[in-house]
């Protein structure tokens, strides 16, 4: 069993930076593929970046085209701990954020993985 506790959010203006944090415990961090999805009001819940590790290598991060150089996923093994440097924020950005956990990436990627967090939300005002 993992449990993830996402922290972080608020609310911004246009703009704006947050940094989102996703607190893993019950298994070995590192083991994992651990994601970020948002859900905006009235909208499906999409992807928003992936990060993974195997035998020590950190594999190159995915991120949707939508965040793509403007959001930075970074995970610390010690900490156990994942983040998300959310920057140049948009009202489309609006959504609550979630964090995810798979054995495997194709997990993270399908959007079926085997752990979730509550979310929190991140609120950008124009």
């Known amino acids: 069993q993992v449990q993830l506790v996402e922290s972080g959010g608020g609310l911004v203006q246009a703009g704006g930076s947050l940094r989102l944090s996703c607190s893993a415990s019950?298994?070995?961090?590192?083991?994992?593929?651990m994601g970020w999805f948002r859900q905006a009001p009235g909208k499906e819940r999409e992807f928003v970046a992936a990060?993974?590790?195997?035998?020590?290598?950190?594999?190159?991060?995915y991120y949707a085209d939508s965040v793509k150089g403007r959001f930075v996923i970074s995970g610390d093994n010690a900490k156990n701990t994942m983040y998300l440097q959310v920057n140049s924020l948009t009202p489309e950005d609006t959504a609550v954020y979630y964090c995810?956990?798979?054995?495997?990436?194709?997990?993270?990627?399908?959007?079926?993985?085997?752990?979730w967090g509550q979310g929190t939300q991140v609120t950008v005002s124009s």
């Open positions: 995810a956990a798979s054995p495997k990436i194709s997990g993270i990627l399908s959007g079926r993985a085997d752990y």
């Open positions: 019950g298994r070995t961090f590192s083991s994992y593929a």
């Open positions: 990060i993974w590790w195997s035998g020590g290598v950190t594999y190159v991060p």
